[in-house]
């Protein structure tokens, strides 16, 4: 039952995530053509200018709107479909609280992730075509080619540590993010009145109660190890930050099932 509430969920968010993805693409591919073609230009052209300003901005606007996008749909979708009136179904399927968390949360990281993928990748091929005007498009994407790989054949082990390390706080910080959400949310939908204002207002008081003990605990480390130049600083700051956002993660997950299983209120 898990693997089809995933798959209703990916459906759903897709249909309003993907063409915002493909956008991103299409806008990073235009700009830059825009910019490649701008050597070529023999006279100052002030209507070509303009134009490659205006679509500048607006790569720079769909950027950062399908990075928030994705967060304020994974929390749309939360709040409509378990706390809101879809809640009277779906919390009466045969489908237990751990089920319903978990597709909405595998839904959510997964198109969080690719969001931030799809952004970088969307300026990468801005950059592309703006190098590729003095070198030539196919010039240009066999030496990118072999210089990824040639960087991958140099990167020593402790490189290799450090890319798991950064993927795995990535997907832990996603999963952690989003569980501080619904936490906040199911604490404030359980009440009667000001559900909305009082899930802010837990939110708030999550996100101080983080602050403080994520700079208690760099400090401790800081105080441990010393400064963090050396490699063997980082990967315990780095270990240390994903067992915390673990840690902290399951407190609201708990916080989450609780509230949805025991004091759910959906009127």
């Known amino acids: ?18 063409p915002a993805f493909a956008a991103v693409l ?14 070529d230009i023999d006279a100052p052209n002030t209507i070509y200018a303009m134009l490659t300003i205006v ?3 607006i790569m720079v606007l769909a950027t950062v709107a399908v990075i928030v996008m994705s967060y304020v749909l994974a929390i749309y979708r939360f709040q409509k479909n378990l706390l809101g009136r879809e809640g009277y179904l779906m919390n009466t399927l045969p489908v237990s609280t751990t089920k319903n968390i978990l597709a909405k949360l595998f839904a959510a990281v997964i198109y969080e992730a690719i969001a931030i993928i799809i952004v970088i990748f969307s300026y990468s091929l801005f950059l592309v075509f703006i190098a ?10 066999r030496g990118l080619w072999d210089v990824v790989f040639s960087l991958f ?10 890319a798991a390390e950064l993927a795995i706080m990535m997907v832990v910080s996603l999963a952690y993010s989003n569980l501080m959400f619904y936490a906040a949310m199911s ?18 008081g999550f996100y101080i109660i983080n602050q403080i003990l994520s700079t208690v605990l760099v400090g401790s480390i800081a105080i441990t190890c010393g400064d963090f130049s050396g490699s063997g600083s980082v990967h315990v700051l780095m ?7 673990l840690v902290i993660a399951a407190a609201y997950w708990s916080l989450t099932w609780f509230f949805m299983k025991r004091k759910l209120n959906l009127q």
């Open 187 to 204: 604490m404030g939908y359980s009440s009667n009145s000001h559900k909305a204002i009082k899930s802010v207002g837990v939110y708030v």
């Open 153 to 162: 054949a140099e990167i020593p082990g402790e490189g290799w540590i450090y």
């Open 239 to 245: 270990i240390s930050s994903i067992i915390y956002e």
């Open 132 to 141: 590729s005007a003095d070198i030539g498009f196919i010039e240009l994407w």
């Open 55 to 57: 679509f500048t901005v």
């Open 1 to 18: 039952m898990l693997g089809k509430l995933f798959k209703y969920e990916m459906k759903a968010t897709g249909r309003v995530l993907l």
């Open 26 to 39: 299409v806008m990073g591919i235009i700009n830059g053509i825009l910019y490649m073609f701008m050597p």
